[in-house]
């Protein structure tokens, strides 16, 4: 049996215009995030590719993005699940700050070990920074203590038993998934079902609004290599991305 999952960064969000680390801040879409959302919708309906089923993170410009782009693929009304085990990656006490100039602060490595390293998190962030989540009743219940900073590696950590237990589980029922995410959440799941490896991770940057479809054995594994709904546009938003620090 084929599995269809469907992957979606949400639209640009008010933070990325900004070019600021934004990590487990609860951002909105920019009006460039909202077109991007209806486009996702678009290029769903126009591929036929239509999900019955929508996980995402708890972070509202995720959920804006899905909302706007089942909405657009009149798709409104399928069942929702939401986790935390699918928010962005914690960023630490860089949460708040602007991409250029921790670049000019720090300097190329630091900051690309910071942004796309496996292994190495970014300093916590202190409970009375004003981006802390340590108040946030959303997490009140959450398995284990609020994070205060995540490396790839943690997100892999508390994202992949959340695939294994909950994601799958549609899947294996026939039901065509839609994953809607973030930035880095979607790289530690894109890592595990390619089984990228701990280094080549960092080159992989991930666009905003443009659906990434998989297409999976029945061990959930890729039967090919998966394809952005709008290839061209996928290109040139995972190398803006890349160049992130560079914007000013
Ligand atoms: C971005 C990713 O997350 O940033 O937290 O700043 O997908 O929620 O906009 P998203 C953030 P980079 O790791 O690409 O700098």
Not at 80 to 108: C, F, I, M
Request: with cysteine.
């Amino acid at each position: 049996m084929t599995h269809t999952l469907i992957l979606l960064r949400h639209g640009n969000s008010d933070w990325n215009q900004k070019n600021l680390f934004t990590g487990w801040v609860d951002v909105r879409l920019s009006d460039q995030g909202v077109g991007e959302a209806k486009r996702a919708g678009e290029l769903l309906a126009e591929s036929g590719v239509l999900p019955d089923v929508l996980y995402t993170s708890v972070l509202s410009r995720a959920i804006q993005t899905a909302n706007l782009a089942l909405d657009t693929a009149d798709r409104l009304w399928i069942p929702v699940k939401r986790s935390w085990r699918l928010n962005e990656r914690h960023y630490g006490a860089l949460q708040g700050k602007d991409k250029a100039q921790t670049l000019a602060e720090y300097g190329p490595e630091q900051f690309q070990t910071w942004r796309r390293s496996f292994d190495v998190p970014p300093p916590p962030i202190a409970d009375d920074n004003e981006f802390s989540q340590i108040n946030d009743v959303r997490y009140a219940g959450i398995d284990g203590a609020i994070p205060t900073t995540e490396c790839l590696k943690d997100v892999i950590d508390r994202m992949i038993p959340y695939w294994e237990s909950d994601i799958t589980k549609d899947l294996a029922a026939g039901k065509t998934v839609l994953v809607t995410a973030h930035g880095n959440s979607l790289r530690a799941l894109v890592k595990h079902l390619d089984g990228i490896s701990d280094d080549d991770i960092a080159e992989l940057n991930i666009p905003t609004g443009i659906p990434l479809v998989y297409k999976l054995d029945e061990n959930f594994r890729p039967l090919g290599p998966a394809e952005y709904l709008d290839p061209e546009a996928a290109a040139a938003g995972a190398a803006a991305v890349a160049a992130q620090g560079n914007k000013k």
